[in-house]
Antibody, heavy 123, light 109 residues
Framework: EVQLVESGGGLVQPGGSLRLSCAAS????????MNWVRQAPGKGLEWVSY????????YYADSVKGRFTISRDNAKNSLYLQMNSLRAEDTAVYYC????????????????WGQGTLVTVSS | AIRMTQSPSSLSASTGDRVTITCRASQGISSYLAWYQQKPGKAPKLLIYAASTLQSGVPSRFSGSGSGTDFTLTISCLQSEDFATYYC???????????FGGGTKVEIK
């Protein structure tokens, strides 16, 4: 059974740092592209970051570029999000999500999501 | 970045109703669109990908259509478990900026 379990959320002051983790199981983690998606309280979904299966290709949303760093450790089946210079607007539930493509190879989607971890940025 | 606009932002409907949600892209995205359902306190769940392909295990009362800039998600006969928020997401710009629509909350009338 595919499982994604996030951890590392909590309360942090503005300007502070936090590192989120996503532990993957039930599939060959090193073969899959992964993403972070967040959701502010009562708001919609916002894509945050992408990392390729090898970790060689990375992208960020403009809202977090230069402050957040995505990484992975395929030996540990884990995905990470290092968040620095945190702002009140970064307060959200952060989800890790597995990105797959269909049999044609053209169409992509997030097929599994973790349960999320809440990050609260407040003084 | 490609902007995705959903309408309406919320709607009230009764069990058994036919419900249609619209998603519009700021530029053509072919059929690179997925729909998700999210219930309170839960992670989103994939319903449809490639604009119209039903994910395995999703009831056939859900259907998707559209291509280019205009897309729809239809629930043919609303069930009690379908009251939730629905999001579209484009994958045209894969692997970057995989933007979501703002969501449509389907509430009980």
């Amino acid at each position: 059974e595919v499982q994604l379990v996030e951890s590392g959320g909590g309360l942090v002051q503005p300007g502070g740092s936090l590192r989120l983790s996503c532990a993957a199981s039930g599939f060959t983690f090193s073969s899959y592209e992964m993403n972070w998606v967040r959701q502010a309280p009562g708001k919609g979904l916002e894509w945050v970051s992408y990392i390729s299966s090898s970790g060689s290709t990375i992208y960020y949303a403009d809202s977090v570029k230069g402050r957040f760093t995505i990484s992975r450790d395929n030996a540990k089946n884990s995905l990470y999000l290092q968040m620095n210079s945190l702002r009140a607007e970064d307060t959200a539930v952060y989800y890790c999500a597995r990105l797959v493509h269909d049999s044609s190879g053209y169409y992509h989607y997030f097929d599994y999501w973790g349960q999320g971890t809440l990050v609260t940025v407040s003084s | 970045a490609i902007r995705m606009t959903q309408s309406p932002s919320s709607l009230s409907a009764s069990t058994g109703d036919r419900v249609t949600i619209t998603c519009r892209a700021s530029q053509g995205i072919s059929s690179y669109l997925a729909w998700y359902q999210q219930k309170p306190g839960k992670a989103p769940k994939l319903l449809i990908y490639a604009a119209s392909t039903l994910q395995s295990g999703v009831p056939s009362r859900f259907s998707g259509s559209g291509s280019g800039t205009d897309f729809t998600l239809t629930i043919s006969c609303l069930q009690s478990e379908d009251f939730a928020t629905y999001y579209c997401q484009q994958y045209y710009s894969y692997p970057r900026a995989l933007t979501f629509g703002g969501g449509t909350k389907v509430e009980i009338k």
